[in-house]
């Protein structure tokens, strides 16, 4: 077969070098129908040439790595999130039945918007610092003094509940994955009745949503009062203010959020860093305390660890016919496997 110099190319192995910030390669997968590297500080999404270029039209063309997430496994979210659902949804444990390519896409947006708030709560918390330090050289001169400002309050405050929002849209999507049209048009009301019904009210998943219901519908019913405000919702975010008695306010999130909700301040900084409290971990693993009546095996352990993370075995040129220039150019151009 009298391949052209760009098919010598195209078939020949390959390896990746991916940018330090990556961090060790903990795991390679599909999502969202392209593969990504899973490494220990970033998430990088690989394409090769013939997914650019699938006609073979330009030898030049290379493979590509692009940076999607600044947040690898060492983070927290990455671990409880990607990780748990890559392990969790796998054919292994819940066999084939179960969509696990759309409960990892959902599970990747949702870390997507976690890591999102986690972004604008570290920079809230870190400007909100520098102001307090700021604040000890605060003088007032000819009865004039200049109020520190934490910026654009409002539109942090619009993003991070939004974002709140699509997390909370992506755990039921995950749901309906386990239970489909069992549940009702009530969102988490309808699921929290369904387990009601199907485990008892002393289930640890029915506890677990009976705790978490008031709060995800309060995070619906914020997203809905700081997008589509009226009478009966709506959502007012002040800036650091002078009291008074002299102090300084911090900002304040203050609004209407729903007829059946109380009235009055919210301190806007407590309420971005105590959002995860709702999650009761204890009501999760309750279950795993009780005496079980069966028990489905696990699978083994693989005793073999893979030696490299190469998209296609590196065969060298054994089996393969290929001109100096074309070799050359194939040298010049690949990329380590190391991260």
Same mark, same amino acid.
């Given at each position: 077969?009298?391949?052209?110099?760009?098919?010598?190319?195209?078939?020949?192995?390959?390896?990746?070098?991916?940018?330090?910030?990556?961090?060790?390669?903990?795991?390679?997968?599909?999502?969202?129908?392209?593969?990504?590297?899973?490494?220990?500080?970033?998430?990088?999404?690989?394409?090769?040439?013939?997914?650019?270029?699938?006609?073979?039209?330009?030898?030049?063309?290379?493979?590509?790595?692009?940076?999607?997430?600044?947040?690898?496994?060492?983070?927290?979210?990455?671990?409880?999130?990607?990780?748990?659902?890559?392990?969790?949804?796998?054919?292994?444990?819940?066999?084939?039945?179960?969509?696990?390519?759309?409960?990892?896409?959902?599970?990747?947006?949702?870390?997507?918007?976690?890591?999102?708030?986690?972004?604008i709560r570290k920079d809230v918390r870190?400007?909100?610092?520098?102001?307090?330090?700021?604040?000890?050289?605060?003088?007032?001169?000819?009865?004039?003094?200049?109020?520190?400002?934490?910026?654009?309050?409002?539109?942090?405050?619009?993003?991070?509940?939004?974002?709140?929002?699509?997390?909370?849209?992506?755990?039921?999507?995950?749901?309906?994955?386990?239970?489909?049209?069992?549940?009702?048009?009530?969102?988490?009301?309808?699921?929290?009745?369904?387990?009601?019904?199907?485990?008892?009210?002393?289930?640890?998943?029915?506890?677990?949503?009976?705790?978490? *219901? =008031?709060?995800?519908?309060?995070? &619906?019913? $914020?997203?809905?009062? #700081?997008?589509? @405000?009226?009478?009966? !919702?709506?959502?007012?975010?002040?800036?650091?203010?002078?009291?008074?008695?002299?102090?300084?306010?911090?900002?304040?999130?203050?609004?209407?959020?729903?007829?059946?909700?109380?009235?009055?301040?919210?301190?806007?900084?407590?309420?971005?860093?105590?959002?995860?409290?709702?999650?009761?971990?204890?009501?999760?693993?309750?279950d795993h305390a009780k005496p079980f009546?069966?028990?489905?095996? *696990? =699978?083994?352990?693989?005793?073999? &660890?893979? $030696?490299?993370?190469? #998209?296609?075995? @590196?065969?060298?040129? !054994?089996?393969?016919?290929?001109?100096?220039?074309?070799?050359?150019?194939?040298?010049?151009?690949?990329?380590?496997?190391?991260?």
């Amino acid at each position: 077969m009298n391949d052209r110099p760009i098919d010598k190319v195209r078939n020949s192995a390959l390896s990746l070098t991916l940018p330090p910030d990556t961090g060790s390669i903990s795991d390679m997968g599909e999502i969202n129908g392209a593969l990504h590297m899973i490494g220990g500080s970033a998430i990088y999404r690989l394409q090769l040439a013939d997914e650019i270029d699938p006609e073979r039209t330009n030898i030049a063309i290379p493979n590509t790595h692009q940076k999607v997430l600044s947040y690898g496994t060492e983070f927290p979210y990455v671990r409880q999130t990607l990780m748990t659902a890559r392990r969790l949804f796998s054919n292994n444990v819940l066999g084939s039945a179960f969509d696990y390519k759309t409960g990892i896409n959902v599970s990747f947006e949702a870390l997507h918007d976690l890591a999102a708030m986690h972004d604008i709560r570290k920079d809230v918390r870190a400007r909100f610092d520098k102001i307090a330090e700021d604040l000890k050289n605060l003088t007032v001169e000819r009865r004039s003094m200049t109020v520190p400002s934490m910026g654009d309050v409002r539109g942090e405050t619009k993003a991070f509940l939004q974002k709140a929002d699509h997390v909370a849209v992506a755990l039921f999507n995950i749901a309906k994955l386990f239970y489909g049209d069992e549940i009702g048009p009530r969102w988490f009301a309808s699921l929290h009745k369904l387990a009601s019904d199907k485990y008892g009210d002393n289930d640890g998943f029915t506890k677990f949503l009976k705790a978490a *219901l =008031p709060f995800l519908q309060f995070v &619906r019913n $914020a997203r809905n009062a #700081v997008e589509h @405000p009226d009478q009966a !919702k709506s959502v007012k975010v002040t800036d650091i203010s002078l009291l008074p008695s002299g102090e300084l306010n911090p900002p304040k999130m203050a609004g209407v959020v729903a007829a059946q909700l109380a009235r009055g301040q919210t301190n806007f900084l407590g309420s971005l860093f105590g959002l995860e409290r709702v999650f009761r971990p204890e009501y999760l693993l309750a279950d795993h305390a009780k005496p079980f009546d069966y028990q489905i095996p *696990l =699978p083994a352990e693989p005793t073999r &660890r893979r $030696a490299s993370l190469y #998209v296609h075995t @590196p065969r060298g040129r !054994k089996g393969r016919s290929i001109d100096v220039a074309t070799e050359r150019f194939v040298d010049e151009t690949r990329m380590s496997a190391t991260s």
